[in-house]
């Protein structure tokens, strides 16, 4: 924990956050849903896709660019497929629903896909893949976001980040949970070292010319994240297609916005010009254990997976090798005790929306 | 082309694999399926994967552990979703069939989902994937093989390769289709580099003691190859969960062997011990476009999506920027046209096999 943050209860920031929601208008039910999702970025410690970004959520709704009473709805069905048409609503709202979609078909038919248009950011993939879990699925969720991302030899940013997040049920064992960006690095992790002033590592980020640079300012300059696999000697065109699966499979099959036409988050930056879609576009989906072999069988299968990758020799200098979920977890696990620290100008961001709505920051 | 390469004709080429696979005592109808698939490798310019196995698929056969007679069945099922046991066959053969129960089901309820257990080595992801494309569906392919590579952290060699390829129709473009190892580079490049005595680049491999290492052959003794992203700092772990998803659904989800327990693909290497399920494990997916939104509007997106990537400024030495299938497609159109160059010691090895089975090699 950097010196200076600050540690908050989960329910007191709960309880802030809600309210904040419900004074956009939101629904009680809403409020409470996005409130959910959001917040289990910061227990998951990823920092930067929870109350951080509370008041940019609110910035997009005062531009109207966020519908805070969405009818969302299947726009289109087979037994297992739907399109959802999330009317301008937050993701935060509209993907909870639409993985709901999702679990309900594969309840009856085994699997259930379902491709979301007109949507907003959706917070951390996870929360919507772990729905699958206690129904004994397998859950899938992904996203597209505003271009950040140079395709391997492009200069232009024509991918977000693009996260791809699958959660596979264990018996004894915790749940094997990978969310991933399909970048090298996230931008979150790039911010924390321009915070330090440090340099960024080779295969993170080009300059605006399209040289690779350990500039991390870079960025915000003109350059582009790179695909993971930094370039293509290592890799890179293998991350720029798995960014290109997400974005077709989240918009171009749903008719929401692809590629270099996906509307940023910061409601200041201005819309794309010719936007193809609408909104920005997810894709969900569940696959019931039972609907392939008995779910007894595929867990003790599972444990055994788990506990032979567990138990594996590490390499000089590491401790263990991890499972997929495994440090979210352990960040999970402190700070439902311990409480969720706040970087001092997050705190004042939420102290100054507290005092737009008449609804008080609480102190840690 | 290396000089000392000849070039022989695909018709040339399958006329021989296709005798070879009947004098293992194939039927007809797998003889020809399992030539077509070889092949497309070859064409494609996978070259590791195509007409140089013919001998280890018939020395296979020949240690007992292929069956070329086998009855592939469908085990479980329900309205999306098989599991097929491939009855040991050759996965040249057991994978399209599986395939087609996946595009069977999407017909009839949106998307089908095939896990395949006791099965084979089924020649290129792409082979398999791009079956769904006449069908106006997604496709989706993938499959564990003997581990080879060595998770984030370990020294262990605990997955395969474990490719992932996910082919999407377009309109008037050619389609999107991306297959790919989950490896930083597939061993068939490290083989080049050995053959030149050339150095790997840093992020491909590991030596036996698990550190970093550009020695080619430290794959040969007991080192690793090393999953998408290289290193921690380079995302590894994101190489690593993709080739555990593949294993999970290929193998966890079919009661095939996963992890370490993966049959070897030379018949000389011993089985390992404790083997959990049977055979090796792939996975099929296929999604009709019009399960989503209409064919017809899915396919003018995808031409834009691709066209605007196509056109994108490049870096600098750059010729265009590439989409997934490109590569691959170019090839095909000059191998169809100039024929399939094969290098000397695949051809010593192919004459061997037809003088064992009396059915002359072709000359060039």
Redesign the interface.
């Known amino acids: 924990m950097e010196k200076t943050e600050k540690k908050f209860s989960l329910d007191a920031l709960a309880l802030f956050t809600k309210n904040i929601f419900l004074a956009m208008g939101c629904s009680e039910a809403d409020a409470s849903t996005a409130t959910d999702v959001l917040l289990q970025a910061d227990l998951r410690g990823v920092d930067s896709h929870g109350i951080a970004r509370l008041s940019g959520y609110v910035r997009l709704w005062e531009a109207k660019r966020v519908n805070a009473q969405p009818q969302v709805k299947i726009i289109?069905e087979?037994?297992?497929?739907a399109?959802v048409d999330g009317d301008s609503g937050l993701g935060l709202v509209v993907a909870p629903q639409a993985m709901q979609v999702a679990i309900d078909k594969a309840k009856n038919?085994?699997?259930g896909?379902v491709?979301v248009q007109n949507s907003n950011h959706y917070g951390i993939a996870a929360a919507h893949a772990m729905m699958a879990l206690p129904n004994d699925m397998i859950g899938i969720s992904m996203t597209n976001a505003s271009a950040l991302v140079?395709?391997?030899?492009?200069?232009?940013r024509?991918l977000g980040t693009n996260p791809i997040c699958?959660a596979?049920p264990a018996g004894e064992e915790p749940a094997?949970v990978?969310d991933?960006a399909?970048?090298?690095?996230a931008n979150g992790k790039l911010e924390i070292l321009q915070r330090k002033q440090a340099a960024a590592?080779v295969?993170?980020i080009?300059d605006k010319?399209?040289?690779s640079t350990t500039d991390a300012h870079a960025l915000k300059n003109g350059g582009a994240l790179l695909p993971?696999?930094?370039d293509k000697?290592?890799?890179s065109?293998?991350?720029?297609?798995?960014g290109?699966?997400v974005?077709?499979f989240s918009a171009?099959?749903?008719?929401a916005n692809?590629?270099?036409w996906v509307p940023p988050f910061p409601a200041y930056v201005p819309m794309p010009t010719g936007m193809?879609?609408k909104g920005i576009g997810h894709f969900f989906g569940a696959?019931?254990?039972d609907?392939?072999?008995s779910a007894a069988?595929?867990k003790k299968?599972?444990d055994?997976?788990i506990r032979?990758?567990r138990q594996?020799?590490?390499?000089?200098g590491?401790?263990?090798?991890?499972i997929?979920g495994d440090p979210e977890r352990q960040f999970e696990a402190i700070r439902r005790e311990a409480g969720i620290p706040l970087l001092p100008p997050v705190v004042e961001d939420l102290q100054m929306l507290g005092e737009r709505f008449s609804i008080p920051f609480i102190m840690p």
Chains 1, 2 share one sequence.
Do not use: C
């Open positions: 289109h087979t037994p297992s497929t399109v038919v085994g699997t896909w491709s140079a395709p391997t030899f492009s200069v232009e024509l699958v596979i094997f990978a991933m399909t970048t090298t690095a590592p295969g993170w080009q010319e399209g040289n993971l696999g930094g000697e290592h890799g065109h293998k991350g720029y297609a798995l290109a699966i974005d077709i171009v099959l749903s008719g692809y590629g270099p193809p879609g696959m019931r254990i609907a392939f072999r069988d595929f299968d599972m055994q997976w032979r990758f594996s020799k590490t390499v000089p590491a401790a263990a090798v991890l997929p």
